[in-house]
């Protein structure tokens, strides 16, 4: 498995713990350990989606 197919499945992973947070914490159990984990499962997203646009640039201009 490549870099670009372990941040995708990173990426799509954190998304789905982002959406159990949310199931898990629904209508009530908003309290501190459901912020800091939907929190870091942001930061990992963040990190994902930055590592796609630098390995798309780095693709992009090593081509030319």
Do not use: C, H, Q, W
Request: glycine letters at 2%; charged letters at 15%; aromatic letters at 18%.
């Amino acid at each position: 498995m490549n870099l670009e197919k372990g941040a995708y499945i990173l990426a799509i992973l954190a998304l789905i713990l982002i959406a159990v947070n949310f199931r898990l914490a629904y209508p009530d159990n908003f309290d501190t350990v459901f912020y800091i984990l939907t929190t870091s499962n942001l930061f990992i997203l963040f990190a994902s989606v930055i590592s796609f646009r630098k390995r798309k640039n780095r693709t992009y201009s090593s081509e030319f």
